[in-house]
């Protein structure tokens, strides 16, 4: 069983407003219970939001796992450690210090999913600056724990992502296109994707340098009747990005 992690939520004033109200039967891990350490995988990245787990029904069709409804907080130096945890028990490479000093100057799209007071997602994202002008919002990291899997908790952390930055609040951002790699083998993160509305752009041979396959794909979804960005616009980032579902 993958880590489950206690922290500090901060503030979650106005986070979760329009997250879908769904039923669960399942409960959470108890506040009580010890965490377990963090377990390392590797090879390529998992990957889940559409698959069904491997158990099956005496009909022979596998069922549906109960979707869960999370509740946001924000990341915060106190609890940024607990996210490295999250990410740790998630992705295949490890991040530097200065990625989570990064992620702590980008806060504005950058969010903790919690399910009974565990934290078991976040998503962060960054805005960039675009050359033929505008703004991208690029989704650095969006990562849920194992156990976690299939419950619908991937799609309310993307929902959330792209109902801010089309908000009327957040038009002073001037964001005309949402983006992000994905690796080439990851064939259930791009279907995922690809069911909001992304679609791939280009392939980029060589991105990643401790995971195989190496290449990656690069997704892009206009917002706020923007355009996508043509290929070959998009610049190397110094983060390998990575999406486990």
Not at 57 to 78: N, V
Not at 147 to 156: C, E, H
């Amino acid at each position: 069983l993958a880590q489950a992690v206690l922290v500090d939520r901060g503030s979650t004033s106005g986070a979760s407003s329009f997250l879908p109200t769904v039923q669960f039967t399942q409960g959470a891990l108890s506040r009580q219970e010890p965490p377990l350490e963090p377990r390392r995988r590797s090879g390529t990245m998992a990957s889940a939001e559409g698959q069904q787990p491997s158990t099956s029904s005496t009909s022979g069709e596998q069922p549906r796992r109960k979707p869960l409804t999370i509740d946001l907080g924000i990341l915060t130096e106190k609890n940024v450690g607990q996210l490295k945890k999250l990410h740790l028990a998630t992705f295949p490479i490890t991040y530097q210090k200065s990625v989570y000093d990064m992620f702590l100057k980008n806060l504005e799209y950058c969010r903790l999913g919690f399910y009974a007071e565990i934290l078991v997602s976040a998503v962060c994202c960054r805005i960039e600056q675009r050359p033929q002008g505008g703004k991208a919002l690029y989704i650095l990291t969006i990562s849920v724990l194992k156990p976690y899997q299939r419950r619908g908790i991937a799609r309310q952390l993307l929902d959330w992502v792209i109902t801010k930055a089309e908000s009327d609040e957040q038009k002073a951002d001037e964001i005309s296109e949402i983006y992000l790699h994905v690796q080439t083998s990851n064939e259930s993160a791009i279907s995922f994707y690809k069911s909001f509305g992304f679609e791939i752009t280009e392939t980029i041979e060589n991105y990643y340098t401790s995971i195989s396959p190496s290449s990656c794909h690069v997704l892009r979804k206009p917002l706020n009747g923007g355009t996508i960005s043509e290929p070959g616009k998009t610049k190397q980032t110094e983060v390998e990005t990575e999406t486990d579902l």
